[in-house]
């Protein structure tokens, strides 16, 4: 494994992180709500008045924040490798793993281990190590090398 020093950008890391972060803790100070993305998302369709506002506010603000970037540096390219079968197959996946461990990525990756919650623990440990897995079987199983 080798480092591409030119793509290595520890600082800009580390403050998305913390942004990450801090949106994540004012959410749960502010409101008492979890940082999970779909969550937020699956309340939409639970149709309770009282519970759209934060939940719509945060869903623009994840849409917006790229618009915001490109106000002060070039956004980067994106480079998508599958077709749009695998794409399909690849969140329908997504969805059903997210589906079964009551919680996704952010949730339990992010919010969850932050509060030592066993289920996340749980959880982020297996999509990491099936994420791994994956990874590892598409590049050097299937294709060779």
């Known amino acids: ?13 580390l403050a998305g992180g913390a942004a990450i972060g801090a949106a994540v803790a004012l959410l749960l100070l502010v409101n008492g709500r979890i940082a999970g993305i779909s969550g937020i998302i699956g309340g939409l369709f639970a149709l309770r008045r009282y519970d759209m506002g934060w939940r719509v ?15 002060f540096s070039e956004l980067p390219p ?11 197959a690849a ?11 009551s919680g996704c990525t952010s949730g339990h990756g992010v919010c969850g281990l932050s509060r030592l919650s066993p289920r996340s623990i749980a959880a982020t440990l297996v999509f990491m190590g099936t994420g791994f897995l994956t990874v590892y ?6 294709h060779g090398g």
């Open 1 to 13: 494994m080798s480092i591409d020093w030119t793509q290595f950008t520890p600082w800009t890391s």
């Open 78 to 88: 994106v480079r998508i490798d599958g077709g749009y079968a695998v794409m399909a």
């Open 57 to 71: 506010a945060f869903l623009t603000g994840l849409a917006a924040a790229p618009l915001a970037w490109q106000l």
């Open 137 to 142: 079987l598409v590049r050097h199983v299937l």
């Open 91 to 101: 969140g329908l996946v997504v969805g059903l793993g997210t589906r079964y461990a």
